[in-house]
């Protein structure tokens, strides 16, 4: 029998019409895609040259021997990018034909404008791009991800919440550096709003937002990092650490939040200190949660992971709940992607697991999460 494959995290490269939906009077002030100095093509959202042209952001369809951190133009990039059927098209070649998750790229640039009324606009016609084109060549397979506008305040974010379900959202995106930090009570409603309408909520390592101080890459305006990649395959254990012991998903029990291309093979020793530390401490700190912090992970928490070989080989091992806990992605079209040799990578990594054990990573996780049809 074959195994369905979903992948949990794709993006989108967006095109030069996405921002057209913005009000007409702020076009003029919306980002453009315009040439670098290097004869690539990108973004600019402050009116100058981009500060970085398309480089590792698009590379599927090239030998890692011709990886680029810029200089490609936007005719250089596969229609798989931003082309809704082109992108399944690529997935079936890949063996991924149950469905995929859609995050954002260029767009979360649109978290750090200063005019935020532009900012929030700009959110909007992305969403409307997304479920009006990307979404729209098969809205049963593609799971596009909304921006929600959480720095703008509770009401405007409830809103577009609201307004993208009505549009088909299965699943919305928040950014990995917001202003406040997610166990902040000011959350709430975007907690409850989320978990009664059956909507996951995602955010992908530091994408969107302005970045702490020694998050160096983010610092110098779009520079990449090799130490930077390989860091930030970490970043979701503070988060959801803090989410955790907060008791927001004690609270709000069918809230799901999956935390985006960090893989998992960190999992065992960070569940194993968040519940010795939770048992050790009781005496002196006031508890949130009643349950163990282990828990809420693969219930309500969970990431997308790659060619993790640590992390499955813990599974084969048999560490309790792993399997439950991760989604198997493909990263189209970053540096990383593991497109087009997802048979390849799938059977090195699965090999041994136990049948159910596969199923729930490569499939299953992501449809009881995102509400995929099997």
Wanted: overall charge negative; glycine content about 10%; proline content about 7%.
């Amino acid at each position: 029998m074959t195994e369905i494959v979903i992948s949990a995290d794709n993006h989108v490269n967006e095109p030069p019409h996405v921002f057209d939906r913005v009000p007409a009077s702020m076009r003029d002030r919306a980002p453009k895609m315009r040439k670098g100095a290097d004869g690539g093509d990108g973004w600019s959202f402050d009116g100058g040259p981009p500060k970085r042209t398309f480089g590792i952001e698009a590379m599927a369809g090239r030998a890692k021997s011709d990886y680029k951190l810029d200089g490609l133009a936007w005719d250089e990039i596969l229609k798989g990018n931003y082309d809704g059927a082109a992108h399944l098209a690529d997935m079936a070649q890949d063996g991924v034909e149950g469905g995929v998750v859609v995050y954002p790229n260029q767009a979360i640039f649109t978290y750090m404008s200063e005019d935020r009324e532009l900012g929030v606009a700009c959110m909007r016609s992305y969403n409307d791009w997304m479920y009006e084109e990307f979404v729209a060549a098969d809205p049963k397979r593609i799971v596009g991800l909304c921006l929600l506008p959480t720095d703008d305040g509770m009401d405007v974010t409830l809103a577009e919440l609201e307004r993208c379900i009505a549009k088909g959202a299965r699943g919305a995106f928040i950014p990995g550096m917001p202003s406040r930090p997610y166990n902040d009570p000011h959350y709430e409603p975007l907690w409850k709003a989320a978990a009664d309408a059956g909507i996951p909520l995602s955010f992908h390592r530091t994408f969107g937002g302005r970045p702490p101080d020694q998050d160096w890459d983010e610092l110098v305006e779009q520079q990449v990092s090799v130490p930077g990649i390989a860091a930030r395959f970490f970043c979701a254990v503070r988060p959801l650490t803090y989410m955790i012991f907060a008791g927001i998903f004690q609270r709000h029990p069918g809230l799901r939040i999956v935390a985006a291309e960090v893989n998992f093979g960190w999992m065992p020793f960070w569940l194993q200190t968040m519940d010795q530390e939770w048992e050790t401490q009781k005496a002196w700190a006031p508890a949130a949660i009643d349950v163990a912090p282990s828990s809420f992970v693969g219930t309500n928490v969970f990431t997308t992971s790659l060619d993790d070989h640590v992390g499955y080989d813990l599974i084969r091992g048999g560490s309790p709940g792993l399997a439950q806990a991760t989604m198997y992605s493909t990263d189209y079209p970053h540096s990383v992607t593991l497109w087009p040799e997802s048979k390849r990578h799938i059977a090195e990594l699965t090999r041994g697991l136990r049948d159910e054990d596969k199923h729930a990573v490569l499939a299953g996780n992501a449809a009881r999460v995102y509400g995929f049809e099997l």
